[in-house]
């Protein structure tokens, strides 16, 4: 196993500083690169059932890319909150905060703040001693803070992610912040997915099993209404392993309103970790997301803006699957979902793992 570095495309100068970009490989064909900017996963790529490695996310080839189009969030890492709050605005302890409005009335995925900033980075290229066959693991860990008040939000906050590589064939996002001041935090990761490699083909036609039996209702603009609804005789219900295209072809309003398609939280039914599976029959390839998250929110490229080129073609509807791991959207307006506060002198830790297999 490996990490090997780069300076990261930036043809138009647009970053005052390089960009440096980190590799990791591993002994099956595994690779993930991310960068410094935004700790942008940059590309993941893994063999077909006939040996061919390609790569199976959503990515641009140099940095304009990623800039141009950061509304995107294309593999970058989202904070201090993923997804919507309503008003762009939340009371924590007994006073109001205010967020840019970066998405109508509301606020997006802390305004960018993460997945615009510039982290430190730190390589372990080093052998697992807890495995008694030699195994190994590589990682980069990036570091950030974001100065209190920042987009509006209380306290300072140190932040760290760390991605992680193993000859399991997993990957591991691990989350670490600490605060000054009670705050919001809850980040995730927006890769988006497509396992035909090289955009060969859409989402389609590929399978997600999801062992979750509710999601929650949106208003018109992507807020949750408080509503929880059962999966149950809906286009909503993957349970027992659905193609995605059952989101195009039906004709729930839910579906239909987010350009019939999904951008929708999932609520799984307890703490602990959970799990959701994504295979395309034609490559082989399978990806098993798990978490420790409470919920996921699925969007699939739905009605995406025209134009856009990525590499290995242009940006198509239903060109891949963002599988979002992390709390309830706009949690801090909502008393039944678990709280999204992290505490001056608490530790936010998270986990998602990416496992990587052939069906």
């Not at 890319?65 to 593999?75: E, F, N, P, Q």
């Not at 509301?106 to 290229?125: M, P, R, Y």
């Given at each position: 196993?490996?990490?090997?570095?780069?300076?990261?495309?930036?043809?138009?100068?647009?970053?005052?500083?390089?960009?440096?970009?980190?590799?990791?490989?591993?002994?099956?064909?595994?690779?993930?690169?991310?960068?410094?900017?935004?700790?942008?996963?940059?590309?993941?790529?893994?063999?077909?059932?006939?040996?061919?490695?390609?790569?199976?996310?959503?990515?641009?080839?140099?940095?304009?890319?990623?800039?141009?189009?950061?509304s995107l969030y294309l593999g970058a890492m989202v904070g201090r909150t993923a997804g919507r709050i309503d008003d762009a605005s939340f009371e924590l302890?007994?006073?109001?905060?205010?967020?840019?409005?970066?998405?109508?009335?509301?606020?997006?995925?802390?305004?960018?703040?993460?997945?615009?900033?510039?982290?430190?980075?730190?390589?372990?290229?080093?052998?697992?001693?807890?495995?008694?066959?030699?195994?190994?693991?590589?990682?980069?860990?990036?570091?950030?803070?974001?100065?209190?008040?920042?987009?509006?939000?209380?306290?300072?906050?140190?932040?760290?992610?760390?991605?992680?590589?193993?000859?399991?064939?997993?990957?591991?996002?691990?989350?670490?912040?600490?605060?000054?001041?009670?705050?919001?935090?809850?980040?995730?990761?927006?890769?988006?997915?497509?396992?035909?490699?090289?955009?060969?083909?859409?989402?389609?036609?590929?399978?997600?099993?999801?062992?979750?039996?509710?999601?929650?209702?949106?208003?018109?603009?992507?807020?949750?209404?408080?509503?929880?609804?059962?999966?149950?005789?809906?286009?909503?219900?993957?349970?027992?392993?659905?193609?995605?295209?059952?989101?195009?072809?039906?004709?729930?309003?839910?579906?239909?309103?987010?350009?019939?398609?999904?951008?929708?939280?999932?609520?799984?039914?307890?703490?602990?970790?959970?799990?959701?599976?994504?295979?395309?029959?034609?490559?082989?390839?399978?990806?098993?997301?798990?978490?420790?998250?409470?919920?996921?929110?699925?969007?699939?490229?739905?009605?995406?803006?025209?134009?856009?080129?990525?590499?290995?073609?242009?940006?198509?509807?239903?060109?891949?699957?963002?599988?979002?791991?992390?709390?309830?959207?706009?949690?801090?307006?909502?008393?039944?979902?678990?709280?999204?506060?992290?505490?001056?002198?608490?530790?936010?830790?998270?986990?998602?793992?990416?496992?990587?297999?052939?069906?």
């Amino acid at each position: 196993m490996r990490v090997t570095t780069r300076t990261f495309p930036d043809p138009q100068g647009l970053c005052p500083v390089p960009v440096t970009e980190y590799t990791m490989q591993n002994d099956q064909g595994i690779s993930v690169s991310c960068i410094n900017y935004g700790c942008i996963i940059t590309d993941v790529r893994m063999p077909d059932r006939n040996g061919a490695v390609e790569s199976i996310v959503l990515r641009f080839p140099d940095l304009t890319g990623y800039i141009a189009h950061g509304s995107l969030y294309l593999g970058a890492m989202v904070g201090r909150t993923a997804g919507r709050i309503d008003d762009a605005s939340f009371e924590l302890d007994g006073a109001m905060y205010h967020l840019p409005k970066n998405d109508g009335t509301n606020s997006l995925h802390g305004n960018g703040e993460f997945s615009t900033a510039l982290w430190e980075a730190e390589v372990f290229d080093l052998p697992d001693p807890t495995v008694c066959d030699h195994r190994q693991k590589v990682s980069v860990t990036f570091f950030y803070t974001s100065p209190a008040g920042s987009n509006g939000y209380p306290g300072e906050v140190h932040a760290e992610v760390t991605y992680l590589l193993n000859n399991n064939n997993e990957f591991h996002i691990l989350y670490r912040a600490t605060t000054t001041e009670d705050t919001l935090f809850d980040p995730t990761n927006h890769t988006y997915f497509n396992l035909s490699g090289d955009l060969k083909q859409d989402i389609l036609s590929q399978v997600l099993i999801a062992d979750v039996d509710r999601f929650v209702e949106l208003r018109d603009d992507l807020i949750p209404t408080g509503t929880i609804l059962p999966v149950d005789g809906t286009a909503f219900d993957f349970r027992l392993g659905e193609p995605f295209s059952q989101g195009r072809v039906s004709d729930h309003p839910q579906n239909v309103m987010v350009g019939h398609g999904y951008d929708h939280p999932f609520l799984f039914r307890e703490a602990g970790n959970h799990s959701l599976r994504m295979t395309d029959a034609a490559s082989g390839r399978a990806l098993t997301l798990t978490t420790d998250a409470p919920a996921f929110v699925m969007y699939t490229c739905n009605e995406p803006e025209e134009g856009i080129e990525l590499a290995g073609g242009p940006l198509v509807p239903f060109a891949g699957a963002a599988l979002e791991a992390q709390g309830w959207p706009d949690a801090v307006h909502l008393p039944e979902a678990p709280s999204p506060v992290l505490k001056q002198g608490e530790t936010f830790r998270r986990e998602t793992v990416w496992s990587f297999a052939l069906v």
